[in-house]
C-alpha cells in the first residue's frame, strides 16, 4: 500500500498566530483531532486537540469570562508540537 492512497489531500490547517479558541473551532467544525501548522505553506508544527484542551485551565477551576478571554488570547504557536515526523 502507498501512502498517497491513504493520505489526505485536502488538508485542513492552522496558522501560528491563530488562537486557541479559533482552532477548537476548526478541530469541532471538521471533526478532526490534528492540525497541521503551517506558516507561508511551510510545515512549523501540529497542534492536537490534546494540545489546545491543555493550553487551558480545566473548566471547574476559572469563570467562564476568563477561560474564554485565555483561549481568545493564546496562540497555537504557543502550544504546537516542533518536532514532527512526516512522509
Excluded: C, F, W, Y
Aim: glycine share 2%; aromatic share 0%; charged share 30%.
Amino acid at each position: 500500500m502507498l501512502v498517497r492512497s491513504r493520505m489526505t489531500r485536502e488538508v485542513i490547517a492552522a496558522t501560528p498566530t491563530m488562537t486557541v479558541a479559533e482552532a477548537v473551532a476548526v478541530t469541532r467544525e471538521h471533526r478532526i483531532r490534528h492540525l497541521p501548522v503551517v506558516d507561508e505553506d511551510r510545515l512549523v508544527g501540529v497542534a492536537s486537540d490534546r494540545d489546545l484542551r491543555l493550553a487551558i485551565p480545566p473548566q471547574d477551576s476559572l469563570p467562564d469570562a476568563e477561560r474564554r478571554q485565555l483561549m481568545e488570547s493564546t496562540r497555537v504557536g504557543d502550544v504546537l508540537v516542533k518536532e514532527v515526523v512526516t512522509v
